[in-house]
């Protein structure tokens, strides 16, 4: 560094003399021409003999100065296109080349299979990683207390939103799809599937589709389909229905389910009267990091219970040597 900052003082220096040099040049023949216009206009006095000589001696010294201006003109006139194409010559070369362009090539489309007979509940298990998972998006604190977490320890999820949700904090979900983490369809209202009609159950995928294209925009919501294509029915309502997931494959979508979750194992099981969030948090906690197990998909909430040990669940999975990934990641 201390190398480059000198050449690049060397380089302004030569430029500064050079130009300089140029300048004088170019300012001293407009002042002589100049000024010999004015000489030429004054009136000329009558010389006596007497002077006549000393007027020769005096012109001959004045053209012996002039061949020597000249000379030095010459030799000025040389070195300054000398300095400047030295001095131009180390200034293009401190000037960084453009690094060439590479044309990255484009992804090759993910060929996934929807033939599953019933919900998807592990990932690969002998993948040392786990798959955090997050429904619904009801409570707007928990959202972001969520992101903030995930940012901090730099792990991606996915989360299953309903469409409602969706249109409610579309502002968070549009920095969850910035930060990294998949959103995926848990159909627009939250309903049962298997108390639907086949037409109605479309719907509720499809209205989730909708709503996710004008919350999210219509390119995610292509390369959702196509890198992670997944749905997490409501409740678990037709995980094992053969007529529920011949509509979600149809759909081109495979149903994702849990191999833990932390609502009826642990939350329900608490009087929410007499324990506070943080101690029904702590119990989520140390059930979460005892589930994360090589190929997990753990279902929690965006709720209070879910998230307020948040850090401490990301930090203990991480120290135990798994790593939290986005399911499309532990699938493979």
């Not at 010999?36 to 003999?49: D, R």
């Not at 000037?95 to 990255?104: A, G, M, N």
Request: some cysteine.
């Amino acid at each position: 560094m201390d190398f480059f900052v000198a050449r690049k003082g060397r380089t302004v220096i030569k430029l500064v003399i050079a130009f300089t040099i140029v300048f004088q040049m170019n300012m001293t023949p407009i002042a002589s021409s100049g000024f010999a216009k004015e000489l030429e206009n004054e009136p000329k006095e009558e010389k006596k003999v007497s002077d006549l000589s000393a007027d020769n001696r005096e012109e001959d010294k004045n053209e012996e100065s002039l061949k020597r201006m000249e000379s030095l003109t010459e030799g000025i006139g040389y070195l300054n296109v000398s300095l400047i194409g030295e001095a131009m010559e180390a200034f293009f070369k401190t000037i960084p080349k453009p690094e060439p362009t590479i044309k990255e090539e484009p992804k090759a489309k993910r060929n996934w299979s929807f033939k599953y007979k019933k919900a998807v509940t592990w990932g690969n298990r002998s993948t040392n990683a786990v798959a955090l998972t997050f429904d619904d998006g009801v409570d707007k604190k928990s959202i972001e207390r969520t992101l903030k977490a995930l940012k901090k320890e730099n792990a991606r999820c996915t989360f299953f939103v309903t469409g409602v949700n969706l249109s409610t904090y579309a502002g968070l979900w549009r920095q969850a799809v910035e930060e990294g983490h998949q959103v995926c369809n848990h159909t627009q209202n939250h309903k049962m599937l298997e108390g639907l009609s086949n037409d109605k159950a479309i719907q509720e995928i499809r209205g989730w589709e909708k709503t996710a294209g004008e919350v999210l925009g219509q390119e995610y919501l292509t390369r959702m389909k196509q890198d992670f294509p997944f749905v997490r029915l409501p409740g678990g309502s037709g995980n094992s229905s053969s007529r529920i997931i011949k509509i979600v494959s149809d759909l081109k979508y495979i149903p994702v389910g849990w191999s833990a979750e932390t609502l009826h194992s642990v939350i329900s099981r608490y009087d929410k009267k007499k324990n506070s969030a943080d101690t029904i948090a702590k119990s989520v906690a140390n059930h979460v990091v005892g589930s994360a197990q090589n190929g997990a998909i753990i279902l929690l909430h965006f709720d209070s219970y879910n998230t307020l040990k948040l850090e401490y669940i990301l930090k203990t999975i991480k120290e135990r040597g798994k790593e939290i990934r986005p399911v499309s990641e532990i699938l493979e």
